[in-house]
C-alpha cells in the first residue's frame, strides 16, 4: 500500500508541475502576443511619423528652391543696377568735367552683390568702425 501511496503521490505531483508548467507557458504566450502587438503599434506609429517627415522634408525642400530661385533672380537684378549705376557716374563724371559741377552717385555696397558676407560686417568694415 506504501508503494501505490507513493505512486499516487509521486503521479499528483507531476500533474500539479504539468499544470504549472501548462500554466507558465500559456503566460509566456499571452505575454510575447502582448509585446508582439506594441511592437506592430510602435512600427506603425514610427512608419507614419516617418511619412510626416517625409513630407515636412520635401515642402521644405520645395520652399528651398523656390527661395534660392528668387534670390539668383535679385543677385541678378542687383548686378545689373549696380552697372546701370556705373554708367551713370560715368556720363555724370563727364557732364562734371564739361560743365563744372559735382554730380556722384554713391556705388551700391558690396555686401548686396556679396551675399554670402554678413550685411552689417562689410558695412562695419566699410566705414572703419
Known sequence: MMTDLAITVSDERKRKRMVSNRESARRSRMKKQQHLEELVG?????ESENAQSEMH???????????EAENAVLRAEA?????????????LSLFEVV???KMDIEEIPDPFLSPWLPVCTALLNQCNC
Request: proline share 0%; hydrophobic share 40%.
Open 99 to 101: 560743365r563744372g559741377v
Open 79 to 91: 548686378a545689373q543696377l549696380a552697372e546701370r549705376l556705373k554708367s551713370a557716374n560715368k556720363y
Open 42 to 46: 510602435e512600427v506603425a506609429r514610427l
Open 57 to 67: 522634408a520635401n515642402l521644405l525642400t520645395e520652399r528651398y528652391s523656390k527661395v
